[in-house]
């Protein structure tokens, strides 16, 4: 029997950055053995042994992969036999939140006691152009968006202009959006981007696609993930500290990414309800949370997010990011590690960065980027346009 409780007892995570390289540069990290490295420090961090391991639910590898069926071939290179499930999950961005899903779904079912929910993402081997064909084809609608470029940047550009529109706000409130975050970074050892930086270094970049700058969309990096996931009674064993999924929840809207249906493209409707459903779910509400990590590929969709999620009023989400509100040490600090704009973004592997992120932050591991007295942290992942929106309330246990 299981006491029908889901605690994440233990993790490791590569720092984020460019580690592949083009395939004619020479010698190559092997994603085989980066991945197991982060598997015995993850069980070592949980304090278990790899014969405890029942269930190993990776995130499918991007396509450039050259070793297929790559869950199969980890059990075999980790020497890891289970009786409970070993699969590759995909989703687009919300892969890695599905992926930890699966894996907590498989410890509440009773079907093991212990999970790993891990996947690796390598893609800066791969030439930008190739690479963002492959995405427009994932992304958007073959017979609409990918004809004329529609790019993931591009929807999130009209929202921002939208944004600005609606609620008189400015560029300049949403830049700061990825100041705060770098300055969350500098203090994160696996932050891809930790160089600090001012509104006018953001405002000085290239438009990517108006009014996005350079420094306010995600640049590319790779990066790999294992967190330990536990039923409680084996966490209790153990004497280590660890944390509990308290809530979460799912909506997806019916639509990918811009639809012809009319809806109010800043509301973030699956959001909203997903955080909802999760928070009810904990019998909390917006205000009893100490930190948030978002899926947020862009300046303007951290403030989307926290807005639908009831962390800002409605149009205040970028106003209060540029007077220290969201930063740490202020009201309800969001994207302590950085955030995709700085810590980085390996699409498949992103969320599990952010459950990470709580994990160390609820276990009084954050160091520097430390927020006090931190006991309840919310994780929200995405599909394109927030279509689709998932979120987990994690609680801290003693």
Same mark, same amino acid.
């Given at each position: ?13 590569? %720092?984020?950055?460019? /580690? ?22 993850? +069980?070592?961090?949980? &304090? ?5 391991? =029942? ?28 009786? &409970? ?7 687009? &961005? ?14 509440? #079912? ?5 999970? /790993? ?8 081997? $791969? ?12 992304? &958007? ?9 529609? $790019? %993931? ?49 953001? #405002? ?33 064993? $153990? =004497? ?67 807005? @639908? ?16 509100? $969201? ?18 973004? %390996?699409?498949?592997?992103? @969320? ?9 932050? +609820? ?12 006991? /309840?942290? /919310? ?20």
């Amino acid at each position: 029997m299981t006491s029908n409780k889901v605690s994440i007892l233990g993790g490791a995570a590569l %720092p984020v950055g460019k /580690l592949q390289g083009l395939s004619d540069a020479g010698t190559q990290h092997l994603e085989h053995e980066v991945l197991a490295k982060l598997i015995v420090e993850a +069980l070592a961090d949980a &304090g278990l042994e790899k014969e405890d391991v =029942g269930s190993m639910i990776l995130t499918l590898p991007r396509p450039y992969t050259q070793q297929k069926y790559f869950a199969t071939f980890m059990a075999n290179y980790m020497r890891l036999p289970c009786d &409970g499930l070993v699969m590759e999950v995909m989703g687009n &961005g919300m892969t890695p939140a599905l992926t930890f899903q699966t894996a907590v779904d498989q410890v509440r #079912l009773g079907r093991t006691k212990v999970a /790993l929910a891990l996947g690796i993402n390598f893609e800066t081997g $791969t030439p930008a152009p190739e690479h963002m064909m492959s995405s427009m084809r994932a992304t &958007g609608d073959v017979d609409f968006h990918v004809p004329f470029g529609f $790019t %993931p940047i591009s929807w999130y550009a009209m929202d921002a202009v939208r944004y600005i529109h609606e609620h008189n706000s400015s560029r300049e409130d949403l830049a700061m959006v990825a100041v705060k975050n770098r300055a969350h970074a500098m203090h994160n050892p696996v932050a891809q981007f930790r160089k600090p930086m001012t509104l006018d270094d953001v #405002l000085a970049q290239r438009p990517i696609v108006e009014p996005l700058g350079l420094f306010e969309v995600p640049g590319r990096g790779d990066g790999a993930v294992c967190l330990v996931i536990a039923d409680e009674d084996v966490a209790k064993e $153990t =004497g280590k500290p660890y944390v509990n999924v308290r809530g979460e929840g799912f909506y997806h809207e019916g639509a990918h990414q811009i639809s012809e249906v009319p809806n109010d493209m800043i509301a973030f409707e699956a959001a909203q309800q997903a955080g909802a459903k999760a928070m009810a779910g904990a019998g909390i509400g917006p205000d009893d949370l100490d930190l948030a990590e978002v899926y947020a590929p862009c300046t303007i969709v951290e403030v989307l997010v926290a807005e @639908a999620l009831g962390l800002c009023p409605v149009g205040q989400g970028a106003r209060q990011a540029a007077s220290g509100d $969201t930063s740490i040490g202020g009201r309800i600090p969001i994207c302590t590690s950085g955030g995709l704009l700085s810590r980085g973004h %390996p699409a498949y592997v992103t @969320a599990l960065y952010s459950y990470f992120e709580v994990l160390e932050q +609820l276990r009084g591991r954050g160091a520097e980027r430390q927020v006090k007295d931190a006991e /309840l942290g /919310l994780v929200c992942t995405e599909l394109g346009n927030y279509n689709a929106a998932m979120v987990h309330i994690l609680e801290a246990v003693a």
